[in-house]
């Protein structure tokens, strides 16, 4: 009796260990998978360094990336990759730095790739309900929590001040312009909340920043078109980690 429970025992767990095995590998081949499709369409994307004022023998007090003029982006080749993509978004030494695309639904690339192949990472997509151009008073970017910090992975790490203080501008390119994203808040919300209206009402915006996990720096833009990226959050069921900037175009 004692040996024939030992054997379900072994049986079990080997059960239970070749199950974790085949989620692990199934994580890490989609993860391959997602980061091909990225690294594809990132060759048409270059960032445009300032020049260095200070002289070329002169070298940063760290090996952070500094911050970029701006992004050269060659939509004509990305559209032969995919005609959805309509930006790309570009955080400087985070992994935020993909294309942006838009559907005639929110559903289509919350588990889909670049490519139309099933992902469990999707790709970062607008709103179908905003203005493709960016033009709209709120354009909301949606993008999914990976453990791994992909896609909007990083996001939540905007709860920490010292996080924000580090990166508190992202660049979006579009076909028609180029944008620095001067960052004002960021707080968790739920999933209905007004701010994922595409034109949300003052008061909604200025309960954020009452709410906001960091403080913006005083040079931050306080007026213009808003840019709300959304990412899940965990603390309770249907939570949301939203982090909005201002639009501010780049000459």
């Keep these: 009796m004692k040996k024939a429970i030992h054997v379900i025992l ?7 260990f070749g199950y974790s095995a085949y989620l692990l590998g199934d994580y890490y081949l989609a993860k391959y998978r997602s980061d091909k499709c990225t690294a594809q369409a990132s060759q048409h994307v270059h960032v ?8 070329p023998d002169l070298q940063p007090e760290d090996e952070t990336e500094p911050e970029p003029e701006g ?9 032969k990759i995919n005609k959805d993509i309509v930006a790309w978004i570009y955080c400087p030494n985070t992994p935020i730095n993909y294309p942006v ?49 992909a896609m909007f992975g990083s996001l939540v790490r905007y709860r920490n001040q010292s996080y924000y ?9 579009t076909p028609a312009g180029q944008y620095r994203v001067e960052l004002f808040a960021g707080c968790t919300i ?16 200025e309960r954020l920043m ?6 913006p720096n005083d040079g931050t833009a306080t007026e213009g078109p808003i840019l709300t990226l959304s990412t899940c959050a965990y603390d309770f069921e249907n939570a949301r980690y939203v982090v909005l900037g201002r639009l501010v175009p780049i000459e």
């Design 10 to 16: 072994i049986v079990v767990l080997l059960g239970v």
């Design 48 to 55: 445009v360094e300032k020049p260095n004022l200070d002289g």
């Design 71 to 79: 992004l050269e982006v060659d939509f004509d080749a990305l559209w």
């Design 101 to 149: 695309v838009q559907s005639e639904d929110n559903d289509y690339y919350l588990r889909r790739l670049l490519d139309g192949s099933w992902n469990i990472g999707g790709t970062l997509f607008l709103d179908y309900r905003c203005a493709s151009d960016f033009s709209g008073a709120n354009s909301i970017i949606y993008g999914h929590h990976m453990k791994s910090g």
């Design 165 to 173: 203080n580090e990166h508190p501008v992202m660049y979006l390119a």
């Design 190 to 205: 739920e999933a209905m909340d007004g701010i994922y209206e595409p034109e949300p009402n003052a008061d909604q915006v």
């Design 210 to 215: 009452r709410r906001s996990t960091f403080a």
